[in-house]
Every structure is written in C-alpha cells, then in structure tokens.
C-alpha cells in the first residue's frame, strides 16, 4: 500500500497479512478440504499492486530519492568547502604560514627591487623601493599595485622583522626621503594615495624611523655627543670600555605624529658606561670610540634602540603598553635582544640566560621565564605550547598558564652537555623551525633536527644531516609550513641559496633545489604566500647632477610563491 504524507508517497514493499475470511488468507489445519491454490503468489501480487501506482506518483518518489542523494552529497561537498577555506584562512595568516609547501617551491614571479619588504599592506600587498620611487606589489601575481616617487634616500615602514609582524599589515606607509639636512616624511594610504607631508627639517643629529599608524620613532639626545675618540691599539680602546670610563648622553624616544608632530607617548633611556657593545668601530684600520653610532629598529611590533652607552626596548603606544626602559637594559650586552612573539607579547632576552615576556593582555608586567622562548620561525596558526631553553632542556608551557605545570619537558643529550662549559650553551644554539598541531621541529647544538610531538614531547624522529653539506655549508635562515611539511630555506652558498621541503611526518627530504640569489633579509609570508629578497651581489651607486647619492642599487630582486 501506500502511505501519502504531504506530496510524499511511501510503499511497503511486503504485503500486508490478509485479515481472517480474507479469500487470500492462508488455510490453517483442519480449515476445510484440501484444495489446489490457484490464487497469485505473494510476488505476483506485490507487483500487481506496484503497477497500480500511478506514473506521477512514482515520479515523484524517485525525485525524491534523488533529491535526497543529491542533498547528501552537496552537504558534504559543503562540508568538505568549508574546512578547506577554514583551513585556508588559518594559513594566510599565521606566521610563517602557506597554504601548501610544494606550490611554495615553485617561484610565480620576480619584481627587481633594491629593498626587501618596507611594509605589509591589507590583502596581500607588500611595499619595496625602486630608486627614487615606492611600490606596491601583489604577492599573488606579483602585480604592480601602484607607485610613487618621492626622491632619494627613501626609507618606508614600518618594516616586519620577527614572523609574527608579516601577519601585522598596517593601513598607513610612512616614508622618509631627502638628504639628512632636508629630510621629509610623507604618509601613504594602503591604496598609495597621498595622505599628507611634513618636512622635518635637518635631522642630523636624529635617529628617525617610520612607524605604526602613521607615526615616527624620534630619538633625541639629551646633551651634546662628543667626537669620536680615536685610539693608537685596539687594547687601549678595550681598556677605556672595560673600566667602564665611558660619558656621554642619554637619549629621549618619542613616538610622533608623522603629518602634525603631535607627540603620542615619550621615554628616556639614560646612558649606561657598561652598554658597551656598540661603542668601538674602526675608521682606516684604527680602533674609535663613536658615542654617536648605533642602529634604530622600528617595526609593527617592537621598537629597540642601540646606541654607545644606550639601549632600550619599546611597544608602540596602543599595542602591548610603553614598556619601562629597565626591561631594556641588559647588564651581558650582545645577548640581549627582543622578539615579537607569535603567540602575543614581546620576548625581552636578559643577560644571556631568561626572557621577559612583557605586554600580555592578562599580565602587563610580564613573566619572567626559566629560559630563553624559542619563537617558532614558523607555524600553521593552530597554536601550541611555548617552548623555553634551559639549562637543562626544554620546557613546553602551556600558552594560557605560563606559571603552571609545563606541558611536557625534554632533557638535553648528556654527550652535548659534557662538549659544553655552560649548558645555556645548548639554549643559545637552539632554533624552532616550525611548530604545528602534531611536530615541533628543533635545530639542536650542532644543527641536527629533531621532530617532537607538540601534545607529549616524545621523539617522532632525529636527523644530524637531511640534505648534503648541512651546517658545514648550509644552514636555516627561514622556514615556512603548511602543517604537514616545511620548507626550510638555507643559506651558505657564495651566489646562491638552497629550498630543502621536509615532511614533518619523519624527516624526510622529498625535494631540493637551488636558486641563484644571495638572501638579503630574513623570508616572510605573507596572505600564504612564501617571499624572499635576494641580491646578486653587485651595488651600484646613483646620484644627481650635484653629485649627491639618489639611491643604492643592490642589483637585488623580490621573488614570490603561488599559494596552492
């Protein structure tokens, strides 16, 4: 029979059993005198009552049917689309992430440049110089988004340094040109538009870099800066640092406005003797004392200052907080430095032996770790523990409780730690290339891999050697990750660079090739794209008909990944 629910026709394939007195119901013993049964069998009479059912009703059953299948596979092609642009997205925009490592391999084009990366734009720009002029590329296609010429001595940002700031596009380029007694800044839209200029004078005596939301880093001295002291031995300068008979001036950091001057946030870092480690320099083989020179880092993420007698670390005004200048000066010079973490916070490195993580939402006067955090160079944005080198292994802490019980420890090799005189030895030599939801991979003392697993820290596999002349001639100045393999990017080779692809699931190295090109900055990612800057080896030297240097040509190039 048929059941009609709405427009859905339902049929019992069985018939049903006939009622007593039904002339089709079976004789039961001692119903009467045995008889031939002539009646249709119960097959014949289930396809009777089938080709009673009208042509329309069958119609609509089997549209039915086939609706029903159809919506089951659309659901998990649905399902399937979903997961795979969650995944997507996940990539683009973890640090170090790209969509797939085999389609990273594969070089999509070439822009001619001489800079790397100036400044991450929104939806897949990067910002590069080309002489008197800026502008800004597509990492997709390699496309030329827009350009602007604004003379010499061009210098744009801020520029992403740690691979957490690749994933920190900013909506304002802020570019510096002209020569140091005529500088101006001029602040460029993500669309290349013109926002406004401000001239800035004769900056001589300043440190000025580009910043976040449209600002400058100003460092300022507070007095006068002596001439360089010149020496006739190298032993004689050594000895003025040593004893620390070092004065100078202390200096004064403001973020500015870029267009108005207007000043957002200040600090002062006074001189320290003991910050010593940018002081000596050489001038015609002769051994100087420069209280003048140093560098200026401003990127999305962190600012830190290196002068003779000065150093200091910041967080730019809204991001993290304004951080006290004693979290910037180290009493182990050189070993102090900051990261901008992957996982929030900036990591301040202090005597060679602990990190600071400052500028944590839920701790703004930050944790001091037991170690050093080794920041992943890259990952799959699927989170993971924080690991910290000690002196006696590694600690994998868990990301949202950095004072509780660590996730999982793993112990140094007792044959390393009887080479070395420190164990923090082991911690300093110690890299994480990648970190995903199942590996963290490790470059240990003495460059072997080791892959862990990221939930218990068991070891899935070690290798001393995964392609030739690793360490001895090549070794890892970047990594990029799709969660299931890596790409390691290895430098060492006089003109060229190497691109060894790993499976994280044991070691393996599927692929290798080499590229011509001389590294010039650390790679990025950038919306899953892989992005490296190299230079041929060969500058050339531009000026004006007054003779005055227009630009640098390093003979340089920007190349770009597909993203898979």
């Not at 200026?296 to 951080?323: F, H, K, N, T, Y």
């Not at 979290?327 to 900051?338: E, I, N, Y």
């Not at 005597?351 to 400052?358: K, N, T, Y």
Request: net charge negative.
């Amino acid at each position: 029979m048929s059941r009609r629910r709405g427009s859905m026709a339902v049929f019992d394939l069985e018939p049903e059993e006939p009622a007593a007195g039904d002339p089709g119901a079976p004789l039961g013993e001692g119903a009467g005198p045995d008889i031939d049964d002539e009646r249709p069998s119960r097959t014949e009479r289930t396809l009777a009552r089938l080709r009673r059912v009208p042509r329309r009703a069958w119609a609509i059953t089997a549209g039915v049917v086939a609706a029903a299948v159809v919506a089951t596979g659309a659901g998990v092609a649905a399902g399937t689309a979903f997961a795979e642009r969650q995944r997507v997205e996940r990539l683009a925009a973890a640090p170090g992430g790209v969509v797939g490592v085999e389609a990273a391999l594969d070089e999509a084009w070439t822009v001619d440049t001489d800079s790397s990366v100036l400044a991450v734009l929104p939806d897949g720009g990067v910002v590069v110089r080309d002489g008197a002029d800026v502008l800004a590329v597509d990492v997709a296609t390699g496309d030329e988004r827009w350009r602007r010429t604004l003379g010499s001595m061009v210098d744009c940002g801020p520029t992403p340094v740690d691979p957490a700031e690749w994933t920190m596009p900013v909506d304002q380029v802020v570019c510096l040109s002209g020569e140091a007694d005529d500088r101006t800044v001029t602040v460029l839209a993500a669309d290349g538009a013109v926002v406004g200029e401000r001239s800035l004078g004769d900056v001589t005596d300043l440190m000025v870099a580009p910043a976040p939301d449209g600002m400058i880093v100003v460092v300022e001295p507070d007095g006068p800066v002596p001439e360089p002291r010149r020496f006739s031995s190298d032993e004689k300068a050594y000895r003025v640092l040593d004893e620390g008979r070092l004065d100078g001036p202390g200096a004064t950091l403001r973020y500015e406005d870029a267009l108005t001057g207007g000043v957002h946030a200040s600090v002062a870092a006074p001189f320290d003797p003991e910050e010593t480690d940018d002081c000596l320099t050489w001038m015609n083989e002769r051994a100087e004392i420069d209280l003048a020179g140093g560098s200026l880092r401003s990127s999305p993420g962190v600012v830190e200052l290196r002068r003779c007698g000065v150093r200091i670390i910041w967080a730019p005004p809204g991001d993290a907080r304004g951080m006290d200048p004693e979290l910037g000066t180290a009493a182990d010079g050189w070993w102090q430095s900051a990261v901008r973490s992957v996982d929030g916070g900036i990591a301040v490195q202090r005597s060679g032996q602990r990190h600071l993580l400052a500028g944590l939402d839920d701790d703004p006067e930050g944790v001091l770790l037991s170690g050093l955090l080794l920041d992943p160079r890259s990952t799959d944005g699927t989170g993971g523990p924080r690991l910290v080198a000690t002196t006696t292994g590694l600690v994998a802490l868990e990301p949202d409780d950095l004072a509780g019980e660590p996730r999982w420890e793993w112990s140094w090799d007792p044959e390393d730690l009887a080479i070395v005189t420190d164990p923090m030895e082991l911690a300093w030599s110690t890299q994480v290339l990648a970190r995903t939801a199942d590996v963290v991979l490790v470059q240990l003392f003495g460059g072997g891999l080791v892959g862990l697993d990221a939930e218990t820290g068991q070891e899935r596999w070690s290798v001393d050697e995964p392609v030739e002349g690793w360490v001895d001639e090549l070794w890892p100045f970047g990594a990029v990750t799709d969660g299931h393999e890596v790409l390691l990017l290895l430098s060492g080779a006089e003109d060229s660079y190497t691109l060894a692809r790993l499976d994280l699931d044991d070691g393996r190295v599927v692929a290798q090739e080499s590229r011509d090109g001389v590294p010039g900055w650390y790679p990025g990612t950038v919306d899953g794209h892989l992005v490296v800057h190299t230079s041929d080896g060969t500058s050339t030297t531009v000026t004006d008909e007054g003779g005055h240097v227009v630009h640098e040509d390093p003979g340089a190039a920007l190349h770009g990944s597909a993203a898979g």
